[in-house]
């Protein structure tokens, strides 16, 4: 059984796995521009795994930032992760320590999305084995793309004109979409993303994402809490 639980993970990060290919391409060749070698990209996206402090961690190497700010810029923009694993926390309780470990490292936005959706349907092959399957699928197409892309190098041509910065987007669209099982979710996903906006627009541009999660979680749970 978690032998199919791990392949219906595989399974399931397929999606994952084709946004993935463009963003880790651009990402490759983005680190090459500034730089960047084989072991260089390898390493990191073998131990960071994360897109977003990815990029921002090319683009700042670039402009010669200190060590301990690109260190505290990746805590602040992968803070939203400590809300992804809390969510995990009552579904995996009893789970050991060591596995709980593998399974946090792993966990991206994309995974995350049909991880918790499996979990909420208590669905029978969600678990530990599931997880591992989803993620690090994820995980290493994430690692190939990005070292192709750091090998390719200029050979591949400016990424915007391909319209693969967009990849990532769709990809993420596609995720919101299947999440969406009631009139509560649809507004939670609209006001978030208007709330996001207007930070955004008012030069807020690093932490809008978050602080427009937390803002409307806090309202869902609140009127959730009303209702009952």
Not at 7 to 31: N, Q, R, W
Not at 50 to 74: K, L, R, W, Y
Not at 171 to 188: C, D, R, W
């Amino acid at each position: 059984m978690r032998k199919n639980n791990f392949l219906i993970g595989v399974k399931d990060s397929l999606p994952i796995v084709l946004g993935y290919i463009p963003i880790g391409l651009t990402l490759g060749v983005a680190a090459r521009e500034v730089g960047f070698l084989f072991m260089n990209m390898f390493s990191m996206s073998a131990i960071v795994f994360a897109g977003s402090s990815q990029f921002i961690g090319v683009d700042m190497i670039g402009a010669g930032a200190s060590f301990a700010t690109i260190i505290a810029t990746t805590f602040f923009v992968n803070f939203r992760h400590f809300m992804m694993s809390s969510a995990y926390a009552p579904h995996l309780n009893g789970k050991k320590t060591w596995a709980l470990a593998i399974v946090s490292f792993g966990i991206t936005d994309e995974s995350f999305a049909i991880g918790i959706t499996k979990a909420k349907e208590k669905s029978e092959s969600f678990g530990i084995s599931y997880l591992l399957g989803l993620e690090y699928t994820a995980w290493l197409s994430w690692l190939i793309s990005t070292c192709i892309g750091v090998l390719l190098g200029s050979l591949i041509p400016d990424y915007q004109s391909l319209g693969l910065d967009f990849a990532l987007c769709a990809m993420f669209i596609g995720l919101i979409a299947a999440m969406v099982k009631s009139k509560m979710h649809l507004a939670v996903c609209i006001l978030s993303g208007i709330i996001s906006l207007v930070l955004y627009q008012v030069g807020m541009t690093n932490f809008n994402v978050i602080i427009a999660a937390v803002v409307v979680s806090c309202l869902a749970v609140g009127v959730d809490y009303a209702r009952k």
